[in-house]
């Protein structure tokens, strides 16, 4: 009988030389998520959104009698002769923007219809529009803070 000459090779890296190897990968990978993670938290993931407070030029620049809207702010800086008013053009309905119409305000959407201090008087939005704080900035502008709601009917001296 012939004796089959089996070699057994042996592994280029034994096995103990193999686990050290991984076990300091693993050292790596845990040390670089730990960076990772405290990187991350520098930099909080919070939206702040858009300011609250908007400012919309001089006084001066507005006529009696005029609405002048803030597309992007969503606002209508308001001007009569009992002082200026800021109110949302944000419908109470579902949202839309509304616009200046005669006698006040009419959304494109469903047609809710509103007075000229933002009253309803048609269609299905449930409440008046919101009335923002305006106010005189320290260089001179006029300010409208969203964040503070006022009373229907609050004017800002001219
Ligand atoms: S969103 Fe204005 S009436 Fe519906």
């Known amino acids: ?18 686990l050290s190897t991984l ?3 693993g050292v790596a990978i845990s040390g670089a998520i730990a960076v990772m993670g405290n990187l991350l938290y520098l930099k909080p993931a919070v939206d702040y959104g858009p300011p609250s407070r908007i400012r919309v030029g001089k006084p001066e620049d ?4 005029i609405k002048e809207v803030m597309e992007n702010d969503r606002v209508v800086v308001v001007r009569e002769k009992q002082g200026f008013a800021a109110l949302s053009v944000k419908c109470t309905h579902l949202g839309c923007t509304v616009a200046v119409s005669e006698g006040g305000f009419s959304c ?11 009253f309803v008087t048609g269609g299905p939005a449930p409440a008046p529009l919101d009335w ?3 106010s005189l900035a320290p260089n001179g502008e ?9 009373e229907a ?5 001219a």
């Open 132 to 134: 923002y704080q305006i």
């Open 153 to 157: 009917g609050t004017y800002l001296k």
């Open 142 to 150: 006029l300010e409208v803070d969203k964040s503070v709601k006022v």
């Open 62 to 65: 507005y006529k009696e009698g």
């Open 108 to 118: 494109p959407c469903h047609g809710s219809q509103f007075d000229n201090d933002g």
């Open 1 to 18: 009988m012939k004796k089959k000459n089996i070699r057994m090779q042996q592994p280029e890296i034994d096995r103990r030389t193999f």
């Open 23 to 25: 076990g300091w990968f």
